[in-house]
């Protein structure tokens, strides 16, 4: 191609090119007429200047467009989103309908991201930042707000140091401080002293001493021959620099073990006791070492402890075993442990332990004891056994209060042997129904202290009580049996009575349930208990044998009954006219109130008249048994009525069908109900 068709060619693309690059301006020109017609243009303003210089801004929501800095928009509301190098960015709603001409947008410095090491680095180092703890670590990575600030790093091994910081905003900074180990010193001293100092392994000299150490934990050991070496971690802090100590080194132990058969004892070191089957001593001390177990021969030994290996020290105890001989009375079957042995006597071989030995016998109460044996002497065990009923004797309370307060005394009559109960023909004032009659009382029994009260009465049987503390009177004899039988039922003892359809069925002779005294257990209270023996072997009278009524011996007739009864005792007062209270005089010599007056007693005994046979000793009598004999029943014992020298005798009786106002009763019962 020539030269003028080059030249052309290149004014054809030429004039092209401007050619569309005009129709490209018209183009916007007008689509540009309708827009600036609807178009919002708004000034943005930044701040601070340095935010201004090289910002960017752009409609984040809305239809507008951002050149250079001023908004071109329309409709009524948009969101401008602006960003400059070191300054948060920020989105800005601008509402065309309050929004004149310009807009002022406030930028703020961005933090600063900062780290900062140490020299070591320590993953316990501590921060703060201005004061304030912030974090632990080897390093510290933070924002910071441009500006100043001040860093410290802490560790307990190092001195604190201190980093001031000048933060500039959009330059990330990174700093070093390096750190100082503490510098303190170690001071030991021991008793004894000349030890040597160990530090980390490295002999440092002989106690006392004082070395410098820098911060951290060093392992000290102090070590002297013949004694025991101490080893501790000390630590230098920055809080605390210095470490002290002042050992007291123990003597060098030896150790030494301990065997013992049987296992279960006791072992004894210098006679102290010790469970340690292996034991440390001071070498070159001398020790005394036990070891015992009951049953068993003790073994003691004397130990040395040497620097050597671990030294053993045995003991085998032997039984210890003693002879024991065991005897009663009467024989009876013999257990040892449990395990039957045969019947006494017996000599038994047994080791020095707690025997429990158990004697038994039909009949009689058994025995079960403890004892120890030994080797040093035989053991001799005799034991005399009791009947049951021998032992419940002595085991017996002598004084009892049973329901409704009233008390009751225990006898026991065999101590006096028999006794005449009646009166000989020739005594004064004796009546022909006073049979003499030879009576053996051989069970013990309780009697009650003091008549029967109405108030006591009235539990059994509602009725008028005139006088509480009065004894119950004009009640029959069935009656009284009645209460004796109600008060068996409510104490849990066999009826001594059997009564139905009104009337006496059957008596239990054997019962130990309450009943009335017998006439011979009532003389033997008034006229043998807690009496000095006499010939006769019973007294004439309640107070012995005096026929001249003692001072307060009872409430009888006295001289203020003068013109109610027949007859009263001449110089006597009792100070009561008619029936007094129960117990209202001192107790007689058998410990018992109102025997001697107040109001007569029933007994138990059908009212029989025949005379005795001849020789005969009637063992704990009740009287007949059969009908045939009669209803009446024996009344003893004086009144408050009686004043004659035949009514006031022990010996007294008479015989009633009905009850009566002078007559009461007092019950009893015996300690054991079977035969003995």
Do not use: C
């Not at 000390?234 to 470490?243: N, Y």
């Not at 007739?557 to 027949?566: F, I, Q, R």
Request: glycine letters at 8%; proline letters at 6%.
């Amino acid at each position: 191609m020539s030269e003028l068709q080059q030249k052309l060619s290149t004014a054809k693309k030429g004039f092209r090119a401007r050619l569309l690059l005009g129709r490209i301006a018209v183009a916007v020109v007008l689509a540009m007429v309708p827009l600036i017609y609807f178009t919002h243009i708004v000034a943005l303003q930044i701040t601070p200047r340095s935010a201004a210089i090289n910002f960017s801004a752009a409609v984040e929501s809305g239809n507008g467009v951002v050149v250079f800095d001023s908004l071109f928009a329309f409709g009524a509301r948009a969101v401008v989103r602006v960003e400059s190098p070191g300054f948060i960015a920020r989105e800005v709603a601008i509402d065309f309908s309050r929004v004149a001409e310009r807009v002022l947008i406030e930028m703020h410095d961005a933090p600063v991201m900062v780290t900062v090491t140490t020299d070591p680095p320590l993953a316990q180092t501590r921060w703060r930042i201005d004061g304030v703890y912030v974090a632990t670590g080897a390093q510290l990575s933070r924002a910071f707000q441009p500006g100043a600030a001040r860093v410290e790093a802490e560790h307990e091994f190092y001195r604190a140091e201190v980093l001031q910081l000048e933060v500039r905003a959009g330059d990330a900074m990174t700093h070093r401080i390096n750190l100082s180990p503490v510098i303190g010193a170690i001071d030991i001293d021991s008793e004894p002293d000349g030890a040597a100092v160990f530090i980390d392994g490295d002999e440092k000299g002989v106690t006392p001493i004082q070395v410098a150490a820098a911060g951290g934990v060093h392992r000290a050991r102090v070590a002297l021959p013949g004694f025991a070496a101490v080893e501790e971690d000390l630590v230098i802090t920055a809080r605390a620099p210095t470490a002290m100590r002042d050992y007291r080194l123990a003597a060098q132990r030896a150790p030494l073990r301990v065997n013992a058969t049987p296992d279960g004892g006791a072992l004894l070191v210098d006679g102290v006791l010790t469970n340690a089957a292996q034991l440390s001593l001071a070498v070159g001390s001398t020790h005394t070492i036990a070891y015992q177990k009951p049953g068993y021969f003790s073994q003691t030994k004397t130990v040395l402890a040497k620097t050597s290996a671990p030294a053993t020290v045995s003991f085998a105890l032997k039984k210890e075993m003693g002879e024991v001989i065991i005897r009663s009375t009467p024989r009876a079957d013999l257990f040892i442990n449990g395990a039957a042995m045969g019947v006494t006597p017996q000599t038994i071989l047994l080791q020095a332990l707690p025997q429990k030995i158990k004697l038994t016998r039909a009949d009689y109460r058994g025995a079960e004891f403890t004892v120890m044996p030994s080797a040093s002497a035989p053991l001799l065990i005799e034991r005399e056994l009791q009947t049951e009923l021998m032992a419940r004797l002595t085991q017996a309370a002598p004084l009892i209060t049973v329901g409704g307060g009233i008390k009751m005394k225990l006898f026991d009559p065999r101590r006096r042997g028999r006794f005449s109960m009646g009166a000989p023909s020739d005594e004064a004032g004796r009546r022909a129904n006073e049979f003499q009659r030879a009576v053996a009382l051989t069970k013990p029994f309780y009697v009650s202290v003091a008549e029967i009260t109405e108030e006591q009465f009235a539990e059994y049987k509602p009725t008028p009580v005139a006088g509480k503390h009065h004894p119950v009177r004009d009640v029959s004899w069935l009656d009284a049996a009645g209460f004796a039988n109600w008060m068996s039922a409510r104490d849990g003892l066999a009826p001594a009575y059997q009564i139905a359809a009104g009337a006496l069925q059957n008596f239990d002779a054997t019962a130990d349930g309450y009943r009335l005294p017998s006439e011979a257990e009532w003389e033997w209270l008034a006229r043998v208990a807690g009496h000095a023996q006499n010939a006769n072997g019973a007294a004439r009278f309640v107070w012995g044998d005096d026929d001249t009524v003692p001072k307060n011996s009872g409430n009888f007739a006295d001289e203020s009954a003068k013109g109610s009864v027949a007859k009263y005792i001449p110089r006597y007062r009792d100070g009561f006219v008619g029936v007094a209270p129960v117990a209202s005089f001192a107790a007689d010599a058998a410990g018992l109130h109102d025997v001697a007056g107040n109001v007569s007693e029933w007994v138990h005994d059908v009212y029989d008249l025949r005379p005795p046979t001849p020789g005969q000793v009637v063992r704990n009598p009740f009287g007949p048994r059969d009908a045939a004999h009669g209803d009446s029943r024996v009344v003893k014992g004086a009144s408050f009525r009686s004043a004659t020298l035949t009514g006031l005798r022990a010996s007294f009786r008479e015989g009633l069908l009905r009850g009566r106002d002078d007559v009461g009763f007092r019950v009893a019962r015996y300690l054991y109900g079977k035969e003995e």
